[in-house]
């Protein structure tokens, strides 16, 4: 079936730097949602964006969707610590919700 | 943090033996999910409820069932466990029609069949 492909798998920062991950989707999203998950905790939703070349911002957070609605990132200014967890995006293809395969990030004090 | 309370959260099985596992919420939400998460594939969709006793297929169905006989609660059921359904699978509710609105999860079931 239909992807949403979510990079990078991994990434590791120095507390401060930035981070940003990226989704990509063969096919047009009618929206994309984000969500955040703790070591050894649950998803938990952070944003969704609904239309095409979306900004939105929370705090430090800024998710984009992109013009074609095919892609999205979330950017990351100043990491950290309490930002480390895996971040997934799920975009809706038809009547479906693909989840990415997230990006792990941990941050060095 | 939303009404969802998942049942086992650790359950240790072989293989032949069914599993049940139970998603309750408080939240009065129309529509439940069952995902599971493995390495590298992210969150699954198995069955998903719109209603009591409507539920429909996801994209990783087989071997797997479910049923809703109540708004509040929605089990899933392994009839006989294999070692490829080792993982943590997480119930999710949400306010609005399927995939239109924030998902608001359980805090997971991790099921380890040898």
């Known amino acids: 079936g239909q992807q949403v492909m979510q990079i990078p798998q991994y990434q590791h920062v120095q507390e401060g730097e930035d981070f940003t991950t990226y989704c990509n989707s063969s096919?047009?999203?009618?929206?994309i949602q984000w969500y955040k998950q703790r070591p050894g905790g649950h998803p938990v939703f952070l944003i969704q964006?609904?239309?095409?070349?979306e900004v939105k911002k929370q705090k430090r957070l800024t998710f984009q969707f992109g013009e074609a609605k095919k892609n999205s990132s979330l950017h990351i200014t100043a990491t950290q610590t309490t930002d480390v967890g895996t971040y997934f995006c799920?975009?809706?293809?038809?009547?479906?919700?693909?989840f990415g395969a997230g990006t792990r990030l941990t941050v060095k004090p | 943090d939303a009404g969802i309370t998942q049942s086992p959260r650790h359950k240790v099985t072989e293989t032949g033996t069914p599993v049940t596992l139970r998603c309750h919420q408080t939240e009065n939400h129309r529509y439940m999910y069952w995902y599971r998460q493995d390495p590298g594939h992210g969150l699954r969709l198995i069955h998903y409820s719109y209603g009591v006793k409507d539920t429909d297929k996801g994209e990783v169905s087989d071997g797997y069932s479910v049923s809703r006989s109540k708004t509040e609660d929605f089990l899933l059921t392994l009839e006989s466990a294999t070692s490829s359904q080792t993982s943590v699978y997480f119930c999710?509710?949400?306010?609005?029609?399927?995939?239109?609105?924030?998902?608001?999860f359980g805090e997971g079931s991790r099921l380890t069949v040898l």
């Open positions: 964006l609904v239309k095409s070349g």
């Open positions: 999710a509710i949400s306010r609005l029609a399927r995939n239109t609105g924030e998902l608001f």
């Open positions: 799920a975009g809706r293809m038809d009547n479906d919700m693909r």
């Open positions: 096919t047009t999203l009618s929206n």
